[in-house]
């Protein structure tokens, strides 16, 4: 292979760019009780970045009524999108994306968020111009922790998966990225604790965008450079 291969960034948006981690827990949480599932928040918390058939799976039994999934999945779209206007992206989060992409990164928005709801996230972020590829629900067969989204990433950018790193906030990010051997920052913006995402993988954490940014030259992304 050619030693001057592209490198590149694949953030994940939710929770990790943009403040949503626990709007997406409580619209959970009412989808649930409007169809009659009493689920903690703790739980829905610990299963967001999950996609929502793998999150259905995980949160409610075997023996629920399948039929009625997407009815859940209909109400926390819905009870959701009542949030958009009020999103706001993480601290720094603008910049670290413009800051790799000024150090010659191609910079993938890898979201597995439908449309609508990206489209909503994009205008929060305002990054478009400097991002080189964007996912959405619609590329990925498998929702996270299955690597589709990633794989997906990687292929729309052109990127080989040793010039790549994944940014989330989740351990279901670092595992899907695991599984295609990108290497996996994780930031704690989203809840989970820099035990959890470094017991998962993740090869370095911080606490969110703003602190990535700030120890940008000593972070993993400097290597890709």
Same mark, same amino acid.
């Given at each position: 292979?050619?030693?001057? *291969?592209?490198?590149?960034?694949?953030? =994940?948006?939710?929770?990790?760019?943009?403040?949503?981690?626990?709007?997406?827990? #409580?619209? /959970?949480?009412?989808?649930? *009780?409007?169809?009659?599932?009493? !689920?903690?928040?703790? *739980?829905?918390?610990?299963?967001? $970045?999950?996609?929502?058939?793998?999150?259905?799976?995980?949160?409610?039994?075997?023996?629920?009524?399948?039929?009625? =999934?997407?009815?859940? #999945?209909? +109400?926390?779209?819905?009870?959701?999108?009542?949030? /958009?206007?009020?999103?706001?992206? &993480?601290?720094?989060?603008? =910049?670290?994306?413009?800051?790799?992409?000024? $150090?010659?990164?191609?910079? @993938?928005?890898?979201?597995?968020?439908?449309?609508?709801?990206?489209?909503?996230?994009? %205008? @929060?972020?305002?990054?478009?111009? !400097? #991002?080189?590829?964007?996912?959405?629900? %619609?590329? %990925?067969?498998?929702?996270?922790?299955?690597?589709?989204? !990633?794989?997906?990433?990687?292929?729309?950018?052109?990127?080989?998966?040793? *010039?790549?790193?994944?940014?989330?906030?989740? !351990? /279901?990010?670092?595992?899907?990225?695991?599984?295609?051997?990108?290497?996996?920052?994780? &930031?704690?913006?989203?809840?989970?604790?820099?035990?959890?995402? %470094?017991?998962?993988? +993740?090869?370095?954490?911080?606490?969110?965008?703003?602190?990535?940014?700030?120890?940008?030259?000593?972070?993993?992304?400097?290597?890709?450079?």
């Amino acid at each position: 292979m050619p030693a001057n *291969r592209p490198a590149g960034v694949l953030f =994940d948006v939710d929770g990790t760019l943009v403040d949503t981690t626990y709007l997406h827990t #409580v619209s /959970w949480w009412q989808a649930f *009780r409007q169809q009659g599932h009493d !689920v903690p928040m703790a *739980r829905i918390h610990r299963a967001i $970045g999950m996609g929502s058939d793998q999150l259905l799976d995980h949160l409610l039994t075997d023996e629920r009524d399948r039929d009625a =999934d997407q009815k859940l #999945v209909t +109400a926390h779209s819905t009870l959701f999108a009542t949030y /958009w206007q009020r999103l706001r992206p &993480l601290p720094a989060a603008t =910049d670290l994306v413009r800051a790799c992409a000024a $150090g010659g990164l191609r910079v @993938v928005l890898a979201s597995s968020a439908a449309e609508p709801e990206l489209a909503a996230l994009r %205008a @929060v972020l305002g990054v478009d111009d !400097v #991002v080189h590829a964007i996912t959405s629900s %619609a590329d %990925a067969r498998a929702s996270k922790p299955a690597p589709d989204i !990633v794989a997906t990433a990687l292929e729309r950018a052109g990127l080989d998966p040793d *010039r790549a790193l994944f940014v989330g906030d989740s !351990v /279901w990010d670092v595992v899907a990225a695991a599984k295609l051997d990108v290497g996996c920052i994780g &930031l704690t913006c989203g809840g989970t604790s820099r035990e959890e995402l %470094a017991g998962a993988g +993740a090869i370095a954490v911080y606490e969110d965008p703003a602190d990535l940014l700030a120890a940008f030259g000593e972070s993993p992304l400097s290597g890709l450079a």
